[in-house]
């Protein structure tokens, strides 16, 4: 049997911060990213878009080879998820596996928070979905879980503007509405995968003492740890080193702002569902 790449899959950029995490975990094994960079963004669009757009990407990995596939982008596995675990996989391809970056987030935060008031940041896809608040509360019930979307801050990341002066008032705008609303949150989840590259001004406004929970080295952790108990799926991932980059977009054009979420130059190749 050939080895398989790892899949990761995002609407966009931001799942590349996760996978720089995942590469210090596992750094023999071989990734294939794919960013849908030509129809993001998906935070405000229906279930049923995200859906069929998560769904395009899945079986587009799984056609490259991909046997383990993590979908890297909050918005997609808050909406879109669940329903291709239960409904597609049996149908399409019941021997592989498609993980999310939110459970493993959800099913440790409780032992990071002392004061049991958490807040979740944001895109408005994924705080409508409540998908945070229920995975939380189906872990650890007592835990009161205040969420805040923002949707201007994966645009100022984008346009590579989260370092200027003007992400102040939109950084600091969203910290004091969820603070304002429960002044007994101690820990905060950025929950998209842009957020990190703002965590610099999320700190400057933040109270002092509150935790920030970034997604990308828990995600990193829970799937090396997914892998050593599934070694049926491990022993089909190849371990050459190799990274091979997608886009639905113009790859120069793609390759530029990658670059500044994956922290080295990206040549990535172009692709069409």
């Not at 997609?76 to 493993?104: F, H």
């Not at 703002?198 to 995600?219: A, D, N, T």
């Not at 990274?243 to 130059?265: M, N």
Request: overall charge neutral; glycine content about 8%.
């Amino acid at each position: 049997m050939e080895h398989s790449p790892i899949g990761l899959f995002d609407s966009g950029f931001g799942g590349l911060t996760v996978l720089k995490e995942i590469e210090q975990a596992l750094p023999s094994n071989d990734f294939l990213y794919l960013g849908d960079n030509a129809r993001t963004p998906y935070g405000n669009r229906s279930f049923e878009i995200v859906y069929s757009y998560t769904l395009d990407a899945v079986k587009w990995l799984f056609d490259r080879g991909c046997r383990l596939v993590i979908i890297a982008c909050n918005t997609a596995a808050a909406k879109a998820l669940r329903t291709l675990q239960q409904k597609d996989l049996p149908r399409i391809a019941a021997e592989r596996r498609v993980l999310g970056i939110l459970r493993p987030v959800t099913e440790r935060i409780g032992h990071r928070t002392k004061s049991r008031h958490i807040g979740i940041l944001a895109t408005a896809g994924t705080v409508a979905s409540n998908s945070y608040a229920i995975e939380i509360n189906r872990f650890f019930p007592d835990i009161t879980v205040v969420q805040e979307a923002c949707p201007m801050w994966v645009p100022l990341v984008e346009n590579n503007e989260g370092g200027g002066e003007g992400a102040d008032y939109f950084v600091k705008q969203h910290i004091d509405r969820l603070m304002t609303r429960d002044p007994l949150i101690d820990t905060i989840v950025l929950g998209c995968t842009h957020y990190p590259l703002l965590q610099e001004k999320i700190f400057r406004y933040l109270p002092h003492g509150i935790e920030i929970v970034s997604q990308g080295k828990i995600v990193a952790e829970s799937l090396a740890e997914y892998l050593k108990r599934h070694p049926e799926i491990a022993d089909q991932c190849g371990r050459r080193g190799r990274r091979d980059f997608y886009t639905s977009e113009k790859a120069d054009v793609f390759d530029r702002l990658a670059t500044l979420f994956y922290g080295r130059e990206i040549r990535s190749k172009e692709m069409e569902f």
